[in-house]
């Protein structure tokens, strides 16, 4: 099946398909021919597409080394003079142009900009022996609905595209710091699937292109796993950084919502903030997360942003006592598919058999209810606005858009009803807290999502992730080195179902779609506890892959 069948995107009306030719024509005209791989390997990919780039020749040998270099091992060779801005811009733009090709991640392809901006910090550079800032000639790839000045970027749908005059907080910080911006990257209709399909093309994983990388970042998560770029922006408001770094194999974080900048954001429901979303590195590594945070807090964005706090990221020492690390299994609500059962299971074995951790068995506290509430606050208008973009653009509504703004959790509430829903999350919020003291745990291990990568359009259960975006918890995800194993990974003949959701989700596994997907987890803490997650990450991980 050819990659060009694999990715076709929305549908619409006449008015639709005249401006999306335009963009897609836009950024077909933006990959330069001497980056174009075979049509004959576009119309037959093998389904792990991963190897390509170092096998295709597009890259040198030293641009390959380049972009194996996760995010703080390139600046600190920049910051030295081992490497230009310019090499480094260069060999993370040739190998984006190679990702899209064979997965439709981007949406904006400027390297030329790229390498422009990259030159001027050689310069300065070459001049005062010295940095700009602590991001100097960090290719830096952003996400959709993040604006960067002079480039096209939209709100999830097809009217809501624009061609931004200004840098959002977040991209005018990383400018400052001396990053480097040559790519966008997709997002699905409305912002709000854990699914990659937008008006630009549908976003593949590059591990398994029968699967979905997740969204809503999802184009962010299929470019940094095929390594053509090493720091990814994404937003995070029901599991939108966490799902897709789980689905392709990455690290990433969603603070604490007032930590990190996380606007103004192109968006279609400004002021809803029943629920609010989190920006946050996508990368390859542990490390890069707490580099990138510190690195944005050093420039005080709160001086800009009303709405963020002034608590820099510390990450405590955690080595003189046992952490207390709770492992939940399952919510109570979707049981995981064998693979990530298999990953908790040996997690958990490998933690218990340690003297730097203690094991806490961690029961859910009313996961339904939660995932209930944080549903409902999503569209609290019935879901009416996203009929109108829909509209606006002439753009069809696809099937997970329907099923995100459906009955029986979304509910067009008057202001009355939204006061008492609002009351209802503060509640839930204050009841969750002390039940989390009372099991007197640091931190919990979890699973991210009741499955690894899904297969397209399917994934309709979000629990895992939306709990803590509830409670405005902070949550990172890591790789455990595990991938799915089809003899191993066998379905299991005694499941019993938990409810509705936990039947479809059980039906759609089968062993052998899921080839090569990796297996990754998530760590939890409370409000403000986003260094004490990035600590935990360090010990969890450095014991489960010993």
């Known amino acids: 099946m ?11 009306n006449a008015y639709f398909k005249q401006l999306v030719s335009a963009q897609l024509s836009r950024l077909e005209n933006q990959i330069p021919a001497k980056y174009r791989l075979p049509v004959s390997l576009l119309e037959n990919p093998p389904l792990n597409v991963t190897s390509i780039p170092a096998t295709c020749g597009i890259l040198t040998i030293q641009e390959l080394a380049i972009t194996e270099l996760d995010a703080t091992d390139v600046l600190a060779k920049v910051a030295s003079g081992a490497l230009t801005a310019v ?26 900009e790229g390498i422009r901006r990259a030159k001027e910090l050689d310069t300065y550079f070459n001049v005062h022996k010295k940095t700009v800032g602590p991001l100097h000639g960090l290719p830096i790839s952003i996400k959709d609905h993040m604006p960067v000045k002079g480039r096209w970027g939209s709100g999830g749908f097809l009217s809501k595209l624009e061609l931004s005059s200004e840098d959002c907080n977040l991209t005018s910080v990383l400018r400052d710091l001396g990053a480097v911006f040559y790519v966008k990257t997709n ?16 976003t593949l994983n590059p591990h398994n292109l029968n699967l979905s990388p997740s969204g809503s970042s999802g184009g962010e998560a ?9 720091m990814g922006m994404g937003s995070d408001g029901g599991g939108s950084i966490r799902a897709p770094c789980a689905f392709t194999g990455l690290y990433g974080i969603r603070p604490t919502c007032t930590i990190f900048p996380s606007g103004p954001f192109i968006w279609y429901m400004k002021g809803n903030d029943g629920t609010l979303i989190s920006a946050g590195p996508m990368c390859g590594s542990a490390r890069d997360m707490e580099m990138l945070i510190k690195a944005v807090q050093s420039k005080k964005p709160w001086l800009k942003d009303p ?23 399952h919510d109570g609500v979707v049981l995981p598919h064998p693979p990530v059962l298999r990953a908790l299971n040996l997690t958990k074995a490998k933690l218990e058999a340690s003297e730097e951790v203690e094991v806490v068995e961690y029961a859910p506290y009313q996961h339904r209810e939660g995932y209930s509430i944080i549903r409902t606050l999503f569209f609290d208008d019935g879901g009416e606005t996203v009929r ?9 509504m696809l099937p997970l858009s329907e099923w995100v703004i459906s009955p029986p959790h979304t509910k067009s509430l008057n202001a009355t009803q939204a006061w008492e829903l609002h009351y209802k999350r503060d509640s839930f919020r204050r009841a969750y807290l002390q039940y989390w003291r009372e099991q007197n745990i640091d931190v919990l291990l979890s699973p991210t999502y009741p499955g690894v990568a899904c297969r397209h359009d399917t994934a309709r259960y979000w629990g895992y992730t939306a709990m803590w975006n509830l409670l405005d918890w902070p949550g990172a995800v890591f790789p455990t080195g595990l991938v799915v194993d089809p003899a191993t990974d066998l379905i299991d003949s005694n499941f019993s179902s938990l409810g509705p959701e936990d039947s479809y989700n059980r039906q759609l596994y089968e062993p052998n ?3 090569d997907a990796p297996i990754n987890l998530q760590i939890v803490a409370p409000r403000f506890d986003d260094g004490l997650v990035l600590a935990a990450l360090n010990v969890i991980e450095r014991i489960v892959k010993a």
């Open 2 to 12: 050819s990659i060009s069948s694999r990715t076709q995107g929305t549908t619409g």
């Open 87 to 112: 090499e480094v811009v260069t060999a993370f733009g040739k190998r984006a142009a190679i990702a899209h090709q064979l997965t439709a991640c981007l949406t904006d392809f400027f390297l030329g």
């Open 187 to 202: 997002q699905p209709q409305t912002i709000m699937h854990l699914e990659t399909k937008s008006f630009y093309g549908r």
């Open 222 to 230: 299929a470019l940094l796993a095929m390594k053509g770029s090493c």
């Open 307 to 329: 709405t963020l706090l002034p608590l820099p990221l510390v990450v405590p020492d955690i080595s003189q006592k046992k952490l207390r690390v709770g492992i939940m299994i």
């Open 388 to 396: 109108q973009c829909l509209k606006d653009g002439g753009e069809d």
């Open 513 to 515: 779609v899921y080839v």
